[in-house]
Nanobody, 117 residues
Framework: VRLVESGGGLVQPGGSLRLSCQAS????????MSWYRQAPGKERELVAR????????NYPDSVKGRFTISRDNAKRTVYLQMNSLKPEDTAVYSC???????????WGKGILVTVSS
């Protein structure tokens, strides 16, 4: 099983980034996919989740209206479009796959997003 994140980096406040997570080794379409982040000295928090069927999404208030999660089951990829980025969005962003049937979590290694001028 592999989850490989890409698209991170340095961006100025107000800018945008799109993260991608390429999955392999499991039945991607059957898993809920999420993005989490962890800033230095803080606990990991959920940023966005999309259900396996792709129709249902949820976001915390801190990113609602700025971040959009989507998935392409044919490409086995989940995306996180991040707009209007703020310095407090700086964190390591990790991709997560969750099976409601088998109660299994898979994690990517994470990718750094830095929002700074």
């Amino acid at each position: 099983v592999r989850l490989v994140e890409s698209g991170g980096g340095l961006v100025q406040p107000g800018g945008s980034l799109r993260l991608s997570c390429q999955a392999s080794g499991f039945t991607f379409s059957s898993y809920d996919m999420s993005w989490y982040r962890q800033a230095p000295g803080k606990e990991r928090e959920l940023v966005a989740r999309i259900a396996s069927a792709g129709g249902s999404t949820n976001y915390p208030d801190s990113v609602k209206g700025r971040f959009t999660i989507s998935r392409d089951n044919a490409k086995r990829t989940v995306y996180l479009q991040m707009n209007s980025l703020k310095p407090e969005d700086t964190a390591v962003y990790s991709c997560n796959a969750f099976s409601r049937i088998f109660i299994i979590n898979y994690w990517g290694k994470g990718i750094l997003v830095t929002v700074s001028s």
